[in-house]
């Protein structure tokens, strides 16, 4: 069984940046990929970044390519997720996740593991 805990989450204007962090506990951290999703209201879940076991793969989404950066410390059990010229449309309840395998495009159905998300608030 995994835990993770997000933190990080707040309030930032438009343009501004925030950087999110998941701490893991309870499995061998390096065994599993880690992802971020995210979750705006009255809207699906969706994907915004994966980085595979050892952070030698990583994918985004066309949608924060280029502004969203995910690492990972293996040694501290973290993943982090650095948000960049963040704008209203980047609102959402954003939760870390743990799988087993590493997917570059994961479905919250390929998720083993859920943080209990942090909000991220950005206004205009």
């Known amino acids: 069984q995994v835990q993770l805990v997000e933190s990080g989450g707040g309030l930032v204007q438009a343009g501004g940046s925030l950087r999110l962090s998941c701490a893991a506990s309870g499995g061998r951290f390096s065994s599993y990929a880690m992802d971020w999703f995210r979750q705006a209201p009255g809207k699906e879940r969706e994907f915004v970044a994966a980085?595979?076991?050892?952070?030698?793969?990583?994918h985004y989404p066309d949608s924060v390519k280029g502004r969203f950066t995910i690492s990972r410390d293996n040694a501290k059990n973290m993943v982090y997720l650095q948000m960049n010229s963040l704008k209203p449309e980047d609102t959402a309840i954003y939760y870390c996740?743990?799988?087993?395998?590493?997917?570059?495009?994961?479905?919250?159905?390929?998720?083993?593991?859920w943080g209990q998300g942090t909000a991220v608030t950005v206004s205009s």
């Open positions: 996740a743990a799988n087993l395998a590493y997917i570059s495009t994961p479905l919250p159905g390929n998720v083993d593991y």
């Open positions: 980085i595979s076991g050892y952070g030698r793969s990583t």
